[in-house]
């Protein structure tokens, strides 16, 4: 009961502060603070003040409360707003994603800031034209650590290249797993191998992990934009008898005899497999890339969400949510991913996110529980699409 009525609070704030977002009129903000949601008009802004390397998510704050004294703080350093192109600035008034510094604060903003700022309109938007194409929906200028969508680059539109550290399914120390692929016209063609090195880390238990040795993938974006994708996955050769005994923790008595396996839920890839996904790219609090799916890959079950540089209230984060709630050998486990951006300086302010990863999960003694947990990092090479 104690449950119920929580729940029924928390949603009472969330409409009251939904409520209140409709109510507001529309009114003359003179101080206020960009969202970075448009890469191009912020580099346009810095290029302008030969700012170098611009970068995409920078602070940037308006002030043009004083009709002589109206200034841009670029980063915490402060221009003259008449610096800059009478176009640019146009663009910089009528910029629709504002965080209003000049709102009043009480003793309840503490609860209801965050909701106050959130605008209505921009937490579901359409994708962008790259994401739901068939032949060039590869493209991302995002590389991660542990799982997640594979970085790819174009050679010449719709030609390129795409690689990735784990399954874009898997979490942190989870899988061995690494691969890399060739891009043509929504046609994938690839090969995976092995970095034992992701998982020797794992002091954990390596209950549940995912291990390859070796394989080739083929696949294809169905023409019908980024909707469908199907594929077909198999191994070059098996895993030998000392790769299994090393990944299941099979220990043996002197006579050569298994007597006790430490992880057995550990699935090694040792055949073929039809895989499929059926995603809906998305725009999530204005996020760059982002995605809604549910699929099959090497014979398990996938339901999830990933976005990039979602903007709330000021801050700019990942987040991946990933379920597997079936599998042929695995237990069921839940992947979370939360990687925040604007911590580091210089360059890496907008090019590098960094957060806690987890898995959670039954044990090898079938308690529900934190199975991995570890840093993971992003970094953007390129700008956004």
Not at 253 to 282: C, Q
Request: include cysteine; charged fraction near 20%; aromatic fraction near 14%.
């Amino acid at each position: 009961m104690k449950n119920y009525r929580l729940l029924l609070i928390v949603l009472s704030f969330i409409f009251l502060a939904i409520g209140k977002t409709y109510a507001q009129q529309e009114e003359q903000i003179n101080y206020f603070q960009l969202e970075p949601l448009d890469d191009s008009l912020f580099i346009h802004i810095q290029q302008e003040v030969f700012i170098d390397p611009p970068d995409p998510k920078a602070e940037i704050i308006a002030d043009l409360r004083d009709q002589n004294n109206q200034t841009l703080s670029i980063k915490g350093v402060i221009y003259p707003f008449l610096a800059f192109k009478p176009d640019t600035r146009a663009k910089i008034q009528i910029y629709p994603f504002k965080l209003n510094l000049g709102e009043s604060i009480n003793y309840g903003s503490v609860f209801t800031r965050v909701f106050e700022r959130i605008k209505i309109k921009k937490l579901v938007s359409p994708p962008t034209a790259f994401q739901i194409s068939s032949t060039l929906q590869y493209i991302n200028p995002f590389l991660q650590l542990f799982g997640g969508e594979r970085f790819g680059f174009p050679i010449k539109n719709d030609i390129g290249l795409s690689a990735g550290l784990g399954t874009p399914y898997s979490g942190p120390l989870e899988t061995n797993f690494i691969e890399a692929n060739f891009h043509i016209l929504g046609v994938k063609a690839g090969v995976f191998s092995s970095l034992d090195e992701l998982t020797n880390m794992k002091i954990m238990s390596h209950n549940n992990n995912l291990y390859a040795v070796g394989g080739y993938q083929v696949g294809y974006v169905l023409p019908f934009g980024n909707f469908i994708e199907v594929s077909y996955t198999n191994v070059f050769n098996k895993a030998t008898s000392s790769q299994i005994d090393k990944y299941k923790g099979i220990l043996r008595g002197a006579n050569g005899v298994a007597y006790d396996t430490l992880d057995p839920h550990v699935k090694i890839i040792d055949g073929s497999s039809m895989n499929w996904e059926f995603r809906y790219p998305i725009s999530v609090l204005g996020s760059t890339r982002g995605k809604l799916y549910a699929g099959q890959y090497l014979n398990e079950w996938h339901i999830g969400y990933t976005g990039r540089e979602l903007s709330l209230a000021g801050s700019t984060f990942d987040f991946r949510f990933d379920a597997m709630p079936h599998s042929d050998i695995r237990e069921p486990e839940y992947v979370l991913d939360l990687l925040v951006q604007k911590i580091f300086d210089s360059w890496s302010f907008s090019a590098v996110a960094i957060g806690p990863t987890a898995i959670f999960g039954k044990d090898r003694y079938n308690k529900f529980t934190c199975t991995s947990l570890f840093l993971n990092i992003r970094l953007k090479v390129g700008t956004s699409l």
